[in-house]
């Protein structure tokens, strides 16, 4: 049901390769809450993806830009506000990649340079993006900006390596910037910690699907899907969270506060037979 939430507004939604995205679900939300949205990713990602059919399907316009690229960030700005006919009132970052996962590099064994690579793309290119719209001043008084998180940024997971180092990173640039971009423009920042969700970024993760029935098990509501995270991102963007700002929030059916449900408790209880090499040689294997 819409609720015209976003009637007026206009938005920059980063990182829909296709309809599994939740950058996706996002645009689409924005658009029937009213919304006018511009979407926009990599020119790479752009010629392998579906983004320009999501454009379409939307009536807007999809702009390629390297959100690691100033040059890129500058220019996408510059139009979005020249197609808009004025400034921005709301973006996601929905950016995430890392080749150290991609090529399981165990964490006790990271190619730095693939480090730098997964830091830039994943937080390092939220800053810029923020950093290039308030020299731009492209976004508008009570503007709202809000980049997508996981939880292995206070926790440790298997298999999710430097992607939890580049969560970390990123949470900490929405706190620092948002505290600038309150105090100076009334923008406010936040990130949203999602529940492993199915898309092409999550599913490159080890053990995925166990981990998505492991939080499924553990979250009191279940896990959040990607239509959900929309429907909440849509109310951040909106004016009824207009003094929210500098938070990490949580949309995870509750699972980041759980310790052991029962749910889980049982299932852990029928594979206590299997035994699992946990031991001192651990580091022999990649993920283990």
């Known amino acids: 049901m819409n609720s015209n939430l976003l009637q007026g507004k206009k938005g920059i939604i980063f990182g829909a390769l ?10 689409e939300r924005a658009h029937e809450e009213g919304a006018k949205v511009i979407i926009t990713n990599t020119p790479v990602a752009m010629r392998m993806g579906e983004t320009n059919k999501l454009a ?15 040059d890129d960030l500058n220019n996408l700005f510059i139009k979005a506000m020249e197609e808009f006919g004025g400034k921005i009132d709301f973006v996601l970052h929905s950016i995430g990649m890392s080749p150290n996962v991609r090529k399981e590099r165990h964490y006790s064994d990271l190619d730095y340079k693939y480090l730098d690579k997964t830091l830039d793309v994943s937080a390092v290119s939220f ?3 923020l950093q290039t719209a308030r020299k731009l001043d492209a976004i508008n008084n009570w503007g709202s900006v809000v980049g997508l998180s996981y939880v292995a940024a206070q926790r440790t997971f298997f298999g999710y390596n430097d992607m939890a180092d580049a969560k970390a990173l990123l949470e900490s640039i929405a706190r620092s910037f948002g505290y600038i971009y309150g105090r100076e423009r009334n923008v406010r920042i936040n990130t949203v910690s999602q529940s492993p969700t199915i898309t092409t970024a999550g599913s490159g993760v080890k053990g995925f699907d166990r ?9 009191p509501l279940g896990n959040a899907t990607s239509e959900e995270c929309a429907d909440y ?6 004016d009824l969270t207009k003094k929210v700002t500098m938070q990490n929030l949580f949309h995870d059916g509750g699972f980041s506060n759980m310790g052991m449900s029962l749910r ?14 946990c031991g001192p040689s651990e580091n022999k294997h990649q993920y283990d």
């Open 233 to 238: 991102c849509i109310t951040l963007f909106s």
């Open 127 to 129: 800053h810029k993006m």
């Open 56 to 70: 379409d399907k939307l009536d807007t316009i999809a702009i390629p830009a390297d959100a690691t690229n100033v």
């Open 211 to 219: 981990l998505l029935d492991f939080a499924e098990r553990m979250s």
């Open 264 to 277: 889980a408790l049982q299932q852990y209880e029928k594979g206590l037979h299997h035994d699992c090499d």
């Open 18 to 27: 296709n309809p599994e995205s939740i950058a996706w679900k996002v645009a």
